[in-house]
Structure formats: structure tokens, C-alpha cells
């Protein structure tokens, strides 16, 4: 039997996969069967009964199995005996379907009359009005007026709280369960369901803190009514008077494609702010969802506290400047002091941004002194050879493909990625994890390989090497057996990160597992679509800084520098001892970080910012730049996709986007004509880095007709997620999808004797930071500083759950909240709620016997 | 006749296990256990044994469709019995628990299950005290647990208490409910026959289908299909209640006629005037006196548009009011919609609002078409046959007493204060 089936949808046929549902077939068709229940991202439920149609199948003779026939010659068919829900079936070849009949039409009339019987029919203060499925399909399907006496409606609360950041109005609910599956089936948080039954049914959260789940905004997108509204968007405006700009999220690297939805605001002065972020639809990289933190953290754009206009130091204090004054002090300076100045960005600038500044270091100043702030993890080399191959998508492992995880927590560092690699483990994936400790996907994951601390690269190394084709299968010992089922893989993609790790330590690990990817079973596992390395980035633009050259040993494209400048270590070395006049920091902060100590005997430092940061109020010059929604960019995703990203709100003060700014800092030191546009910037990164070769904007806004179709003009999915109309980006080819890739050296880590409880900093997704401080409606979700540990090391400890410690780690000392928690391997303390710390440190704790500090009083 | 499903009304303390030993206890089981599991799924098929929960799905049939081969599979029992006006499990479960067992063990040995669940209605405590210590006396004896009776058949036997909702009578509310889900039925296909208890294959059988099957096995087949019609063969209990003298559970062979059944029950109580009565509790449509020469057959009443359901047969003399009835039954059906599909969820409401209304004297010639059309617009569009149960005593009392409607809401009947159980299903 084929794998098509051909069915007859009102007299159309249409040839669809096997096992695709009625709905969906008739949707290939442009022939909308109204849902509320259905979702094509969720399994059939058929509980709404809005989809009813009439099927029929060809009736068959019982002994010879033969398709009997009228008179006329025409197939006898089947209809069964009533109307069938169209989300619940699945096609067969034959079947005729039928959606325009009178017993259709009667039993919709009949569904929207029922759900509008309880509905309280606000429409005009409801959030969801003008993109409402309800509202929609009783215009097209109601039977325009109500046979329900008014006066029976049941009044029930309009502002129940899920959790703070999630409103549900019982009154519009129509018991759908989107919400219920979808954190159930979808992101594996079931933490909301029904409660009671019959027309008292509602839904609740079942979880302390209310609604805990990264995911819960989800929900309100695809609620088909507006019962469910975030907190920062209720009553906030209707969806007729928002302007939609497409965006990509800047808070981690999997770049999640999004909307940002903007209207003017009496309150901001009349400006366009931002109301709200919603997913834009990428089947590559985010399908339709977005983590809470991408769709609550937008805040800070419209904080108050932003940088407004041009800062000077005078007399000691910072005043405000003219941006010609600035720049012109600016490039004076760091001419000055040409020999001896470096250069440190932050990872979420674009690539226009990072580009430019490694060219006002390389080709400005002569200097390779430029490097991250912060620079965590390393490979960004070995992911040019070996990278994840274009033309992945994540979405397509399952049975007979594996994906390994190491030294990551995904769900705390990448959410989306988390998700996507959940979904293939259910799709048949298997899943390897190999870290310190359990994380969220060892529920997924097949083998879970949890070494001890100090050993993740010998144990990396033995699964290396036991990955060979000839292996004896069926082999006890775990790490065998995990080696096996990778090299056995058909597809291998390979995520790594860097908790527990030091920068060193990912380099290693990178070479490592690229050898992994390379060992050949046929083929090998890189050069081929969703086979290759993805590195877990700590920001949304770190692939893009390695791309643009931000790195002292590589210029743009990877091309290695003859006398490779100073790293971020050593150029905070060299702040501190004097050998460093002039520094540029651009999009960090290393003082509030705690990289830096101060400005040492710097003469001169100029911060590039969005906020006055610990750095910046050192600074001798301030440049206040452009949030991501002010400009537009293009970001360069861990999967190595670049996405362009637009101007949605006009600029804040005075402020200029970043690529600008740079342009006339480069224009002063004698580097020509400024760009006046990103996208000339670009143009002519597509010169200079052979990687984007062929890319423009034009390109990189290229889109086409997505599966399933969620974000159109219909009338039921239409709130879901927005249609991307402005780009699906476009990966770059790694080296190996077009030469040969030899093995790599990896050189020997040194062993270092552990002693005593090891700590290891954990990531949480809501940790503190410039930009989440600014969103004041995720601060009580906020990771607070904790550590965990197993039983028998509290007790050594005199700790118990509850208690307050305090954690001194490279002489920084954090006041901790202690949670006993018996998944944590004995010997090790988790370390979660501060920023980062590289590899691991013997922890030192002491409990409090004030349990917290207590309000003195007046 | 001696009976057959309710046999302790014959021999004292058969729920003791020695005593049901005596008389001929688990034979059956042992007849089963002698011979290969198809043989006894082929032997129940014979007997043209169907489903006495209401559907009638043949017993052996359903046994068929579990896939074979190894792997998880389960036997659930349902006892979760609240058809109003059904109360003949409870009697089998309590007084003649061994039978239910043994009819349970056969099926799980039939299927290749190894754990057997009794999914109880929660209200009956005092009948699950009685069962939890057969099923005690069983495992002290070898008839539960490892190797039983020395065969290589291992099962193991639970019960569960359901939590008060009649929908978690139907068999995949019931396996949700079960698996600690809410107790809401979900769409079929799946079947539970392939995807049922913790997504393995379940068998979902009425109590009182499994006591007949001991003694089918002891028996064999031809004995069973020698009582009952060619269709509907065998015995079974039926629930007389209403008005009549003496309700209770009778044991019938199947065929008797609703006539008979009223005169075994002692006739009608008071000696009234026999004016209607519901054939299947509060689910099946009523019939009136021209269907009491009728069968009690699966099929008998399908000329009256009714249907002989679990035969909770609720009688009713001249004095009842039928809207009364009517709302009456809505009532329970609107109280018990789990809410998971819309036309039952909302229509139950708005049809007992409706009819409250008309009931009460307050009703007017559109609310009797509304009333109709909400009952037309639920009935077939359901996910579950609920939706389907709560329209019958709608539109079938519409159908046989248009008059008494017509008389409520021409005026000629006076406005009623509301009563107090109207008034509580009109308030939530």
C-alpha cells in the first residue's frame, strides 16, 4: 500500500500522507472545517464538536473484501451512523467527506448557540476580540441570535489568577483544554487541569507557585477565547490598534523568531512601546512557541532608567554631550593610545555591531586586543568544520536518530532546544545526556551518563573511543551501550555546553565530540542535514561574534590572525597592571559581573550600553545605544541560522543603534564613509566572511508556505502565532558539508585532584541580570541565590532544607537559600541564581543561624 | 428454578468462600484453566453471552479483539453501577462475590491478563466490605495471586472507589478515572481492547456479565443459549422499581415480556393505573402500554423506539406527571455531564432550564420548541452516549404525553412554588 491516500472533500480530492487527519486534509485544500478543540500542535480530542461533518467510507463485500457499487457504477458509501468529528479521524482512501450539508451547517449553528449559552459575550472589553476563534467563527457559523434566556446565564469570576503572570476569566473559558494538553503533551509541565465537572468544570493550577511553567504564555496564545491573558497584556489594547514587527528573541541562542506587537501609549508620551511578544511562526527553529523569558523580558526597552543621550566625563562627573563631542573624544583617545588598547563586547550585539568593531580594532587600530567580556564556552572553530549541516531541522529526528547532550541543562539554557529534543526522544530519538547531575531531559534520555566531578572529559574521551562501527553490542557498561546506540544513529546531532566546565575544558569537549560526529558508520555523522555539532551559546549572538572575528586568534570567516592580541583574562590583567590605556566596552559588563574589579590604571574607558551598569558609571565616556527593538540587526542562532530582525519602537532619547554608533567611530579613525544603513553593513560582512556569502537582507526575508498553517487568515488558529511574512533566516554551510574534515588533536586536560565537596554553578532561566531586572511582572519568578545538595552533605554540613548559607566561591561571597535534594550526586553542591562560574571550585559554606536578615525596625 | 446469578437466594453464606466451594465453586475456573484460552473465548462466543451493562456487545467478541502475544493487559470490572433505578450489582457483588471473581479470573485468563481491577461506585462500602474479604479468603487459598490452583496462571485482583460520577460508568471514563485522570471518557478509536488501562489492552466487563460465565464454562454453551431468545440468550436480573408492589431484583430468563415483569413485581402498586415506564433506568426512552407485550430482549424494544438497556425497569402508574418525570431525569443528566463535550455540557443545562420552566408553570409554546430543538440539537453530536441518554426521557415523553406539556404551558395548570429538589437543580 501506498503511502498517499486520495479522499473526496465536497467534490474536491486531494491526495494526502497516510494518517493525516480529515481536518487537516480539508485545510491542503483552503477548506476550513471550524475547530476550537483541535490544534494541529496537540493530539485530537474531539471534545469541542465543532468539526462535525459527514464521512463516508466505501463499503466493502465482507467475504471478498471488493468495494461494492450502485446501480449507476458510482462507489456505495458508508456514512455511518451520524455526523463524525473531522478532528478525529483519519484519512482512508475512498472516503468522501462532505462539510456543506444541512446537517453540517445545523450542528455547528447548534455548537456556537451551546458555547455561547455560558459565554458572557464581552467582546467589547475582551483581549482576544478582533482575533477571537469564538467571536470569528459565530459570525460565519452563528445563527445570529440567542434562543438562551438571558437571565439563566451563570456568573462566575472574570479575574482568577493561574499564577501572577497568567489571568484566566472562567466566564469566557470554553473548556477546550488547549491549555490543559498543551502543558501536559506539549512541554511536560502539567501543572494547570480541569476541576469539577459539567458546566462547573474550570481550570486550576496544581502547582505552588501558581501556573510554574516556563511555558505558560503559550497558552494564551493559542486559548481560543479570552479566557486566558497575560498579566502584562490584559486590558492593555485590542489587537486591531497593535502594529506587528517581526523580531527575533535575544536571550539565548536558539533564537526564537518573534512578534513584537507595539502601539502608541498615552502614558509613554504618546511613543510606540511595546504591548507584547508574540511567537512568529519558524518550523526550523521555534515552530510556534516561545519560553516565558523571551515573552516577558521585553521591559527593559521601555525602562526608564535607559541611557538617553551621550555621556562625558567632566570634573569627575559624567554629563551629558553632543554624539560629536563624544565620538570625537572617543576616537581621539583610543588613537592615543593605539598600542596599548583592547576591546571587549558582549554576545548579544548583531553581527552589523560586532563586525564593526572588530574592524575598528583590526583595521582602525591595528590591534587584535578584542575578545567576549565573558567568554564561556569554546569551539566556535570546530563548529565552523562540523557544525549542524544546513538544512537541519530539529524537527524532523525521531526513530533510528539520536541526539547527545553534554554538560548542559537545555530546559534552564535553551528552553526551545529542550522542547525539540523532548519531542524527538517521543518521537522514537534516542536521547544521550552526560553531565554532572540530572536535569530535566534524563527524563527523556535513554542513557543518562552522570560522571563524577573532573571526569567529564575522560568520560567524553572512553565514549569517543568506544564509539567504534564494529562494536560488540548488547554491551553492559552504560557508557558502551550509549556509544553504540550514537554511532549507530542514522542522524547524530550533538549539543554541548559548559556547566562544571572551564573554557579550557570546552575546547577539549568540542574536539572531542566533533571527533565523535566524524567517526564514519557509513557516512559519518557531519556534512549531512540534522547531523553536527550545536553549541549551547550563552547569548543569542555568540555564534555571530565568533563569525564576525570578535576573538583575538580569529579574524572574520575564521581566518586566523598572525599575532593573535589578548584575551578577555588577560586584558582585564592588563587593565589592572597598567599595560592597557584605553579600553572599549561594548554591550557588557564586566564590573557588575565581577570580571573586573575597577577601571585600574586605565586613562581612558568608554562603555557602550543601554543602562548605567557598574562600567558605565567608570566610564570617561557613556554612548547610549538602541535596545534590539529600536533597530534592526540580524542575529546568528547556535543552529548557525541568521535572522533578520526590525525596527518596532522608535529610538529611546538620543540614543543610536550600535552599527551606527560604531560606523562613526570608524569614520574618525580614518576607515571611510559610514555605512548609512544595517543592511549595507551586512553587505559587506557577505564580502568578508565566506560563510555569508550570498546573504542579504532580501534573502535573509525570504519565507515560504509552512506547516501546519497556524498563523494565516483563518478563523480559528488565527490568534495562535503570528504568520511569518519577514524572513525565516538562512543557515551557512559548515566546511564539512563541502570537504573532507580530519580528525582533531585534543590536547590533555590536566587532571586535577578534587577534594571535598565540589561546587558547580547551575543555570537558571530567570537569573539576574541587566535586562530581567527591568521586567518587573517576572520578578517574583526570579532564581534567588540557592544551593542544593544531596542529604548526607547537608547534614555534614549542619544544613538543612530551608536554611540560609553562605557560599564563598573565588572569593566572591553570596548569601544562599539551602535545598536538600536527594537527585543532587553525593559530593557536589549546586550552585544556582548567580552569574556564571567556570568549572569547578571546593565549596566553601557556612550556615547562617539567622535564617534572614531580619527588618531592623524604625 | 434455581437461580443462576443470584444463587444466595437459594444457598445461605455463598459468599463465604467454603460455602461457594461446596456448590460447585470455581469449577469454572478450572474448566477454563484445563483448556487453552481461545477454547474459552470460543466457548463464551457460543454462548452468545452479551454485555449486561446496557450496550450488549457480545462477551465474547470483545475478549477476541485483545491483540494476542505477550505483553501488559488487564480485565477491569465495572461496578461503578449508577444507572438510576440499577441496583443488581450491588446484590451480585455482595452476596454472591465468589461468582464475580470467578467470571473475572476466567477473563483474565482468557485475554493472557494478570491483574484484574473492580472499579466500585464509591458509595458501596458495606457491599465492598464483603467483597475485600472474598477476595481475601481467595488469595489465603490459592485462587488469587502466584500459580493459581497449581496452573501456571498468575493474577493478580484490585478494587477501586470511584468517586461519585456516573460517567466514570462508561469504560474509558471509568480507565480514566482509574489511572487517577479525571473521570472524563475520551474518543474512540482507541479502543480500550487496544489502548486501554495505562494504554494497554483492557477488557472492560459488567459485573453481572462476568457471574455468567462460570457457569457457561461448567455448563457449556448449549445450555446457556437453551434460555433466552435466539439473539438475546440466557438470564438476567432485572431491576423493578417505581410503582409497583414489590421492587427488587428478579432473575429472568431473557424474553419475558414487560407485562410479566410488572405482575412478578406484584403488580402495580396501589392498583393503579400502569401509565408508563422506563425500560433502561433514566438512559432509555419511556414506552408506554402499547410495548409491554414487548420482549425484554436486546432488541425486543426497537419497534417502541426504546431499548432494554441494563433493564432497570422504573414503572409508573397514572399519577405520576411526566414533565415532572422528565425533569426529574434531566436533572441527574445535566448533574452528572462531566462537561468535556460541548452539546452535553451546555444543552443539559439549558434543557433543564427550560424544562423547569415549563414545569413550573412559567413556560410558553416557544419554550416547548426550544426545548425540543436544544434535545435535537445534543442528541447524536455527543463524544459519549451521555449526551444521547439525557435527550430520551426528553423527547420520548414529548412524543407519548405532548398533552401534559401542552396543559403546562397553556396557562391551565397553576404556577407552582418550586419544590425543593427542583429548586436545587435550577440553583448550581
Known amino acids: 500500500m501506498s503511502d498517499l491516500v486520495t479522499v473526496t472533500i465536497d467534490g474536491v480530492e486531494v491526495t494526502v500522507p497516510q494518517g493525516t487527519l480529515v481536518v487537516d486534509a480539508a485545510k491542503m485544500i483552503d477548506n476550513d472545517i471550524p475547530v476550537f478543540c483541535y490544534h494541529p500542535k496537540l493530539k485530537p480530542v474531539g471534545m469541542c464538536r465543532m468539526c462535525l461533518v459527514e464521512i463516508g467510507v466505501p463499503m466493502r463485500d465482507r467475504a471478498t473484501g471488493?468495494?461494492?457499487?450502485?446501480?449507476?457504477?458510482?462507489?456505495?458509501?458508508?456514512?455511518?451512523?451520524?455526523?463524525?468529528?473531522?478532528?478525529?479521524?483519519?484519512?482512508?482512501?475512498?472516503?468522501?467527506?462532505?462539510?456543506?450539508?444541512?446537517?453540517?451547517?445545523?450542528?455547528?449553528?447548534?455548537?456556537?448557540?451551546?458555547?455561547?449559552?455560558?459565554?458572557?459575550?464581552?467582546?467589547?472589553?475582551?483581549?482576544?476580540?478582533?482575533?477571537?476563534?469564538?467571536?470569528?467563527?459565530?459570525?460565519?457559523?452563528?445563527?445570529?441570535?440567542?434562543?438562551?434566556?438571558?437571565?439563566?446565564?451563570?456568573?462566575?469570576?472574570?479575574?482568577?489568577?493561574?499564577?501572577?503572570?497568567?489571568?484566566l476569566d472562567r466566564q469566557r473559558c470554553i473548556q477546550c483544554a488547549r491549555c490543559i494538553r498543551f502543558q501536559d503533551e506539549v512541554v511536560d509541565d502539567p501543572v494547570i487541569d480541569f476541576h469539577n465537572r459539567g458546566r462547573r468544570l474550570e481550570i486550576v493550577t496544581l502547582s505552588e507557585p501558581g501556573f510554574d511553567s516556563y511555558w505558560s504564555g503559550n497558552t494564551t496564545d493559542i486559548c481560543p477565547v479570552g479566557a486566558l491573558t497575560t498579566a502584562d497584556f490584559r486590558f492593555g489594547a485590542r489587537p486591531w490598534e497593535l502594529t506587528s514587527v517581526a523580531s527575533v528573541c535575544t536571550h539565548c541562542p536558539v533564537g526564537c523568531n518573534t512578534t513584537?506587537?507595539?502601539?502608541?501609549?498615552?502614558?509613554?508620551?504618546?511613543?510606540?512601546?511595546?504591548?507584547?511578544?508574540?511567537?512568529?511562526?519558524?518550523?526550523?527553529?521555534?515552530?510556534?512557541?516561545?519560553?516565558?523569558?523571551?515573552?516577558?523580558?521585553?521591559?527593559?526597552?521601555?525602562?526608564?532608567?535607559?541611557?538617553?543621550?551621550?555621556?562625558?566625563?567632566?570634573?569627575?562627573?559624567?554629563?551629558?554631550?553632543?554624539?560629536?563631542?563624544?565620538?570625537?573624544?572617543?576616537?581621539?583617545?583610543?588613537?592615543?593610545?593605539?598600542?596599548?588598547?583592547?576591546?571587549?563586547?558582549?554576545?548579544?550585539?548583531?553581527?552589523?555591531?560586532?563586525?564593526?568593531?572588530?574592524?575598528l580594532f583590526r583595521e582602525g587600530l591595528g590591534s587584535n586586543n578584542i575578545d567576549l567580556a565573558n567568554r564561556r564556552l569554546a569551539g566556535g572553530d570546530v563548529v565552523a568544520q562540523v557544525g549542524l549541516a544546513s538544512g537541519s531541522n530539529l524537527k524532523e529526528l525521531g526513530a533510528g536518530d539520536a541526539v547527545l547532550v553534554v554538560a548542559t541543562d537545555l530546559h534552564e539554557e535553551a528552553p526551545v532546544w529542550w522542547l525539540r529534543v523532548k519531542q524527538a526522544a517521543e518521537r522514537g530519538a534516542v536521547v544521550v545526556v552526560a553531565n554532572l547531575r540530572p536535569t530535566r531531559l534524563d527524563k527523556f534520555a535513554t542513557h543518562r551518563l552522570h560522571y563524577a566531578p573532573g571526569e567529564a572529559l575522560s568520560t567524553i574521551r572512553q565514549l569517543v573511543n568506544l564509539a567504534k562501527v564494529e562494536m560488540e553490542t548488547a554491551d553492559s557498561d552504560p557508557l558502551a551501550a550509549a556509544a553504540d546506540a550514537l554511532i549507530k544513529a542514522k542522524n547524530m546531532v550533538v549539543f554541548y555546553g559548559s556547566e562544571g566546565l572551564t573554557y579550557e575544558e570546552t575546547d577539549a569537549l568540542a574536539r572531542l565530540l566533533a571527533n565523535l560526529l566524524l567517526v564514519k558508520n557509513g557516512e559519518g555523522h557531519v556534512g549531512r542535514p540534522n547531523n553536527g555539532l550545536i553549541p549551547v551559546w550563552p547569548h543569542s549572538n555568540t555564534q555571530g561574534a565568533w563569525d564576525m572575528g570578535v576573538h583575538p586568534a580569529f579574524a572574520p570567516g575564521y581566518k586566523p590572525v598572525s599575532e593573535p592580541g589578548l584575551r578577555a583574562t588577560d586584558i582585564y590583567a592588563g587593565v589592572a597592571d597598567g599595560s592597557l590605556k584605553a579600553l572599549f566596552v561594548i554591550g557588557a559588563d564586566p564590573v557588575g559581573d565581577g570580571l573586573m574589579a575597577d577601571r585600574g590604571q586605565l586613562d581612558f574607558l568608554v562603555v557602550q550600553e543601554l543602562f548605567m551598569t557598574k562600567t558605565a558609571e567608570l566610564a570617561d565616556v557613556v554612548l547610549p545605544a538602541q535596545s534590539w527593538a529600536e533597530r534592526e540587526g540580524t542575529f546568528t542562532t547556535g543552529e548557525r541560522r541568521v535572522q533578520r530582525y526590525y525596527m518596532a519602537i522608535p529610538p529611546i532619547g538620543d540614543s543610536r543603534p550600535d552599527w551606527q554608533i560604531l560606523a562613526q567611530i570608524n569614520e574618525r579613525v580614518g576607515l571611510g564613509k559610514p555605512a548609512f544603513a544595517a543592511s549595507l553593513v551586512f553587505n559587506e560582512i557577505a564580502k568578508v566572511v565566506p560563510q555569508y556569502k550570498g546573504m542579504d537582507y532580501r534573502s535573509l526575508a525570504r519565507v515560504e508556505k509552512q506547516w501546519p498553517d497556524v498563523g494565516g487568515e483563518d478563523l480559528y488558529y488565527g490568534?495562535?502565532?503570528?504568520?511569518?511574512?519577514?524572513?525565516?533566516?538562512?543557515?551557512?554551510?559548515?566546511?564539512?558539508?563541502?570537504?573532507?574534515?580530519?580528525?582533531?588533536?585534543?590536547?590533555?586536560?590536566?587532571?586535577?585532584?578534587?577534594?571535598?565537596?565540589?561546587?558547580?554553578?547551575?543555570?537558571?532561566?530567570?537569573?539576574?541580570?541587566?535586562?530581567?531586572?527591568?521586567?518587573?511582572?517576572?520578578?517574583?519568578?526570579?532564581?534567588?541565590?540557592?544551593?542544593?545538595?544531596?542529604?548526607?552533605?547537608?547534614?555534614?554540613?549542619?544544613?538543612?532544607?530551608?536554611?540560609?548559607?553562605?557560599?564563598?566561591?573565588?572569593?566572591?561571597?553570596?548569601?544562599?537559600?539551602?535545598?536538600?535534594?536527594?537527585?543532587?550526586?553525593?559530593?557536589?553542591?549546586?550552585?544556582?541564581?548567580?552569574?556564571?562560574?567556570?568549572?569547578?571550585?571546593?565549596?566553601?559554606?557556612?550556615?547562617?543561624?539567622?535564617?534572614?536578615?531580619?527588618?531592623?525596625?524604625? | 428454578m434455581a437461580h443462576i446469578l443470584l444463587r444466595h437466594r437459594d444457598i445461605e453464606n455463598i459468599h463465604e468462600l467454603d460455602v461457594y466451594l461446596a456448590h460447585g465453586g470455581y469449577e469454572g475456573l478450572k474448566k477454563a484453566l484445563s483448556i487453552q484460552p481461545d477454547e474459552v473465548i470460543e466457548v463464551v462466543k457460543k454462548s452468545g453471552l452479551r454485555g449486561r451493562g446496557g450496550a450488549g456487545f457480545p462477551t465474547g467478541i470483545k475478549w477476541g479483539f485483545i491483540p494476542k502475544g505477550p505483553g501488559e493487559k488487564y480485565v477491569i470490572i465495572n461496578t461503578d453501577e449508577?444507572?438510576?433505578?440499577?441496583f443488581k450489582d450491588r446484590e451480585l457483588v455482595e452476596k454472591n462475590p465468589h461468582q464475580v471473581i470467578e467470571g473475572a479470573l476466567i477473563a483474565a485468563y482468557a485475554i493472557g491478563a494478570r491483574t484484574i481491577y473492580n472499579y466500585f461506585r464509591g458509595e458501596y462500602m458495606d457491599a465492598a466490605y464483603r467483597f475485600e474479604e472474598a477476595l481475601k479468603a481467595c488469595y489465603e487459598r490459592g485462587l488469587l495471586g502466584q500459580n493459581i490452583l497449581g496452573s501456571d496462571f498468575s493474577c493478580d485482583f484490585y478494587c477501586h472507589y470511584g468517586a461519585g460520577a456516573y460517567i466514570c460508568g462508561e469504560e474509558t471514563a471509568l480507565i480514566n478515572s482509574l489511572m487517577g485522570?479525571?473521570?472524563?471518557?475520551?474518543?474512540?478509536?482507541?479502543?480500550?481492547?487496544?489502548?486501554?488501562?495505562?494504554?494497554?489492552?483492557?477488557?472492560?466487563?459488567?459485573?453481572?456479565?462476568?457471574?455468567?460465565?462460570?457457569?457457561?464454562?461448567?455448563?457449556?454453551?448449549?445450555?446457556?443459549?437453551?434460555?433466552?431468545?435466539?439473539?438475546?440468550?440466557?438470564?438476567?436480573?432485572?431491576?423493578?422499581?417505581?410503582?409497583?408492589?414489590?421492587?427488587?431484583?428478579?432473575?429472568?430468563?431473557?424474553?419475558?415480556?414487560?407485562?410479566?415483569?410488572?405482575?412478578?413485581?406484584?403488580?402495580?402498586?396501589?392498583?393503579?393505573?400502569?401509565?408508563?415506564?422506563?425500560?433502561?433506568?433514566?438512559?432509555?426512552?419511556?414506552?408506554?402500554?402499547?410495548?409491554?407485550?414487548?420482549?425484554?430482549?436486546?432488541?425486543?424494544?426497537?419497534?417502541?423506539?426504546?431499548?432494554?438497556?441494563?433493564?432497570?425497569?422504573?414503572?409508573?402508574?397514572?399519577?405520576?406527571?411526566?414533565?415532572?418525570?422528565?425533569?426529574?431525569?434531566?436533572?441527574?443528566?445535566?448533574?452528572?455531564?462531566?462537561?468535556?463535550?460541548?452539546?452535553?455540557?451546555?444543552?443539559?443545562?439549558?434543557?433543564?432550564?427550560?424544562?423547569?420552566?415549563?414545569?413550573?408553570?412559567y413556560g410558553t409554546e416557544r419554550d416547548l420548541q426550544i426545548l425540543e430543538s436544544v434535545a435535537n440539537q445534543i442528541g447524536g453530536r455527543c463524544l459519549c452516549a451521555l449526551g444521547d441518554f439525557a435527550v430520551n426521557p426528553v423527547l420520548s415523553t414529548i412524543r407519548h404525553f405532548f398533552d401534559e406539556y401542552k396543559a403546562k404551558v397553556s396557562g391551565a395548570g397553576q404556577k407552582q412554588q418550586a419544590t425543593r429538589e427542583t429548586a436545587v437543580a435550577t440553583a448550581d
Not at chain 1, 462507489?75 to 475512498?94: E, I, M, Y
Not at chain 1, 569627575?316 to 554624539?323: K, R
Not at chain 2, 449508577?82 to 440499577?86: A, K
Request: charged fraction near 20%; include cysteine; aromatic fraction near 6%.
Open chain 1, 260 to 359: 513584537l506587537d507595539t502601539r502608541r501609549e498615552a502614558i509613554a508620551g504618546g511613543r510606540s512601546v511595546i504591548k507584547r511578544v508574540m511567537p512568529r511562526q519558524n518550523e526550523w527553529v521555534n515552530e510556534i512557541w516561545i519560553c516565558d523569558k523571551g515573552r516577558f523580558v521585553h521591559h527593559y526597552a521601555d525602562a526608564p532608567t535607559r541611557l538617553k543621550q551621550p555621556l562625558v566625563r567632566k570634573n569627575g562627573q559624567l554629563v551629558e554631550a553632543s554624539w560629536d563631542e563624544a565620538l570625537d573624544l572617543v576616537a581621539g583617545k583610543l588613537q592615543q593610545h593605539k598600542t596599548a588598547v583592547a576591546g571587549l563586547a558582549g554576545d548579544r550585539l548583531s553581527n552589523e555591531d560586532l563586525y564593526l568593531f572588530q574592524k
Open chain 2, 82 to 86: 449508577s444507572e438510576t433505578g440499577t
Open chain 1, 66 to 167: 471488493e468495494v461494492l457499487r450502485n446501480e449507476d457504477g458510482s462507489v456505495r458509501l458508508n456514512f455511518g451512523r451520524g455526523l463524525q468529528t473531522a478532528c478525529t479521524v483519519v484519512v482512508s482512501d475512498g472516503m468522501v467527506v462532505r462539510t456543506a450539508t444541512q446537517p453540517v451547517k445545523d450542528a455547528r449553528e447548534a455548537v456556537i448557540e451551546f458555547l455561547l449559552t455560558s459565554h458572557p459575550l464581552d467582546c467589547p472589553i475582551c483581549d482576544k476580540g478582533g482575533e477571537c476563534p469564538l467571536q470569528n467563527l459565530t459570525m460565519r457559523y452563528g445563527r445570529g441570535e440567542s434562543r438562551f434566556d438571558f437571565s439563566n446565564k451563570i456568573l462566575l469570576d472574570k479575574h482568577v489568577p493561574l499564577g501572577e503572570l497568567i489571568y
Open chain 2, 181 to 361: 485522570n479525571l473521570g472524563q471518557p475520551w474518543s474512540k478509536p482507541p479502543f480500550p481492547a487496544i489502548e486501554g488501562l495505562y494504554g494497554k489492552p483492557t477488557v472492560v466487563n459488567n459485573t453481572e456479565t462476568l457471574a455468567n460465565v462460570p457457569p457457561i464454562l461448567v455448563n457449556g454453551p448449549e445450555w446457556y443459549t437453551s434460555m433466552g431468545t435466539e439473539k438475546s440468550p440466557g438470564v438476567k436480573i432485572v431491576c423493578m422499581s417505581g410503582h409497583v408492589e414489590r421492587p427488587g431484583n428478579y432473575e429472568v430468563e431473557m424474553g419475558v415480556t414487560y407485562r410479566q415483569l410488572i405482575e412478578m413485581a406484584g403488580g402495580m402498586r396501589n392498583g393503579r393505573k400502569f401509565k408508563a415506564l422506563l425500560p433502561s433506568g433514566g438512559s432509555g426512552p419511556v414506552i408506554t402500554e402499547e410495548a409491554l407485550d414487548a420482549p425484554m430482549t436486546y432488541e425486543g424494544l426497537t419497534p417502541y423506539g426504546s431499548v432494554m438497556g441494563s433493564s432497570s425497569v422504573i414503572v409508573m402508574d397514572e399519577t405520576t406527571d411526566m414533565v415532572w418525570a422528565a425533569l426529574k431525569m434531566v436533572h441527574f443528566f445535566r448533574h452528572e455531564s462531566c462537561g468535556k463535550c460541548t452539546p452535553c455540557r451546555e444543552g443539559t443545562f439549558w434543557m433543564e432550564k427550560v424544562l423547569s420552566r415549563i414545569y413550573h408553570g
Open chain 1, 719 to 858: 490568534g495562535t502565532a503570528h504568520e511569518n511574512r519577514s524572513g525565516l533566516g538562512q543557515q551557512w554551510a559548515c566546511v564539512a558539508e563541502s570537504a573532507t574534515v580530519e580528525r582533531f588533536d585534543v590536547a590533555e586536560q590536566p587532571v586535577i585532584a578534587r577534594d571535598g565537596l565540589q561546587l558547580v554553578r547551575v543555570a537558571a532561566l530567570y537569573t539576574s541580570g541587566t535586562l530581567i531586572e527591568q521586567s518587573p511582572v517576572l520578578h517574583h519568578r526570579m532564581a534567588r541565590p540557592t544551593i542544593q545538595l544531596a542529604h548526607a552533605d547537608a547534614t555534614a554540613l549542619g544544613l538543612a532544607d530551608d536554611d540560609r548559607a553562605e557560599v564563598t566561591v573565588n572569593s566572591v561571597t553570596y548569601e544562599t537559600a539551602v535545598r536538600v535534594n536527594e537527585q543532587v550526586p553525593a559530593g557536589l553542591v549546586l550552585l544556582s541564581g548567580v552569574p556564571y562560574i567556570a568549572g569547578l571550585t571546593t565549596a566553601q559554606i557556612r550556615k547562617l543561624e539567622t535564617a534572614v536578615a531580619q527588618p531592623t525596625g524604625d
